[in-house]
């Protein structure tokens, strides 16, 4: 189907961003990348699935540890284009990304959806077999 692709340059991280913003719409492209950057140095990977040369979907994920999962993959961030969306290339990307937290020693892959997102909910849950063992609580200053 893709090639799954670690993205490190910044011409590579640009060119997510057409579809990064896709989820992240609050951000410009320059944020994205600076963002990126200061992630990066706390482990934050960038991969995408490009099929025919063009960026399909993207994950960006961290290796964490806490006292509930152990060693575990925390994905931040997975979309796929609008335009490439029921194609498999977002569920190709999470197997992946699945098949990455078992070569590292991981016990799971963890994340977080916003509430509104009833789509991903059901990608994760009935497509991908996740289950949603807690709710996220969240107080911006």
């Known amino acids: 189907m893709g090639e799954i692709r670690q993205l490190s340059s910044e011409q ?3 060119d997510a ?3 990064m913003s896709q989820l992240r719409t609050h951000l410009s492209e320059d944020l994205f990348y600076e963002l990126f950057l200061q992630m990066e140095k706390e482990g934050y990977t960038l991969f995408a699935n490009v099929h025919e040369g ?3 979907a993207v994950a960006g ?3 964490l540890t806490n006292l509930y999962d152990g060693k575990h993959v925390y994905l931040y961030d997975l979309i796929t284009d609008s335009n490439a969306r029921s194609k498999g290339y977002g569920e190709e990307l999470l197997a992946f990304l ?3 937290a078992l070569q590292n020693n ?3 892959v963890a994340l977080s959806s916003n509430v509104n997102r009833v789509d991903a909910h059901r990608f994760y849950k009935e497509k991908m077999n ?3 063992p807690s709710y996220v ?3 911006r200053f």
Do not use: G
Request: proline share 4%; aromatic share 20%; charged share 30%.
């Open 61 to 63: 994920f961290a290796i």
């Open 98 to 100: 699945e098949s990455f």
């Open 12 to 14: 590579e991280v640009r």
């Open 106 to 108: 991981c016990n799971c």
């Open 130 to 132: 996740y289950e949603m």
């Open 17 to 19: 961003f057409p579809v």
């Open 137 to 139: 609580f969240k107080k």
């Open 54 to 56: 063009k960026i399909v």
